[in-house]
């Protein structure tokens, strides 16, 4: 019983130390405006909790309705989260091992769709 | 208390809410002009091209082909063969078989203003906007390719393959069933479509068919056109004229 309760803790603990722990991908862009305490998500709780739900409702908007705004697209999502190799000045895709959306998105399990037909890295031209 | 509005001042009164709601309503307008692209499309709109086949070259197809493949990124698949090849926009050639003319024609996506790949799509991933353009909604598109089978003019394609750095404003996946938009992006932001901008000439005229002032409408009024496959009722938004 108490080796189960030493293995439940031990979960607990290692699980609120992955939520607490900072983001080492976060960006370069995203990272620099953090850091100049500039607040780009009202909440950062809220952006992580339901980010699918305000791209689901931005998806339908803009392609029915041709709503087209910058906030919450998954473009300046993807502009502003991604990281570039330092040795090649290549973007690196968000959804690669380690890099912004896969990092979050491995760790909870949960399969990250939008790049299987979205870009993954700004723009063309872009560098 | 029991006061009772006699005719004229049931008038005055009329006029005056009348007069206050038209202010308000105008200034909403005005507000909804300055940013279009915050507010739905509306059908006060319809999107059309004219295609003069008479002033239309080759050549100018050619660059139309390049110019859609460029903007829109398709054309580049390297596993795709034959028939599985993207083709959103396409050169054809027409022959009046008793008189020998040949025509070429740029086909693509003719926008009809009744789809058959609307009606038939089990998802509706097969979607018209309230402008007149129809697309697909790739989200909800299950691959089913009913939507091929019912377009008259075999506009759409299949992604076969798993395609990687697609343009910014395109999506486009594996599984999926894709044709012309129109360029919905560029219209949106008021420019006309790619492959209108390649034409050097007025072979192509882009715009609003419902606008009395656009120049679509007014050629529309003035030169004799058509639509492919007329006789299926299907209002398209893509007219020809020269054929």
Request: positive net charge; charged residues 25%.
């Amino acid at each position: 019983m108490n080796r189960f309760l030493i293995v439940f803790l031990t979960l607990l603990i290692s699980s609120a130390f992955a939520h607490t722990n900072e983001h080492a991908n976060l960006g370069e862009q995203a990272s620099s405006i953090k850091a100049s305490g500039k607040v780009f998500h009202e909440s950062i709780s809220i952006i992580r909790k339901i980010h699918p739900e305000f791209l689901r409702h931005k998806r339908d908007k803009t392609l029915r309705q041709g709503v087209r705004t910058d906030e919450y697209s998954l473009k300046g999502c993807v502009s502003c989260h991604v990281n570039k190799d330092k040795t090649n000045n290549q973007y690196r895709s968000v959804d690669k091992k380690g890099q912004f959306c896969s990092d979050c998105h491995e760790q909870v399990s949960v399969s990250l769709d939008c790049f299987t037909c979205h870009r993954t890295i700004p723009k063309e031209g872009s560098l | 208390m029991n006061k009772t509005l006699n005719r004229r001042d049931f008038i005055k009164t009329m006029s005056a809410t009348t007069i206050g709601v038209a202010t308000v309503a105008s200034g909403i307008t005005l507000t909804t002009f300055a940013s279009t692209n915050k507010v739905p499309v509306t059908n006060e709109k319809r999107w059309g091209m004219l295609i003069d086949t008479n002033k239309l070259t080759e050549a100018d197809i050619d660059g139309m082909v390049s110019a859609c493949q460029k903007e829109q990124g398709w054309g580049s698949e390297l596993y795709s063969t034959g028939n599985q090849k993207p083709g959103w926009i396409k050169k054809l050639k027409v022959k009046d078989k008793a008189t020998g003319k040949v025509s070429n024609l740029a086909l693509m996506c003719q926008h009809c203003e009744e789809p058959p790949c609307v009606d038939v799509c089990p998802t509706n991933a097969s979607m018209k906007r309230e402008d007149g353009i129809v697309l697909v909604d790739k989200h909800l598109c299950i691959g089913c390719r009913y939507c091929m089978m019912a377009c008259p003019y075999d506009a759409r394609s299949f992604v076969h393959e798993t395609l990687r750095n697609q343009k910014e404003h395109m999506p486009r996946g594996k599984g999926t069933v894709e044709s012309c938009t129109m360029c919905v992006h560029k219209v949106d932001k008021g420019e006309v479509p790619a492959c209108v901008a390649s034409v050097n000439s007025d072979a192509v005229i882009f715009g609003d068919l419902y606008d009395v002032s656009s120049k679509i409408n007014q050629t529309l009024k003035t030169v004799q056109s058509a639509q492919i496959r007329a006789d299926l009722n299907l209002n398209t938004g893509i007219r020809y004229s020269g054929i």
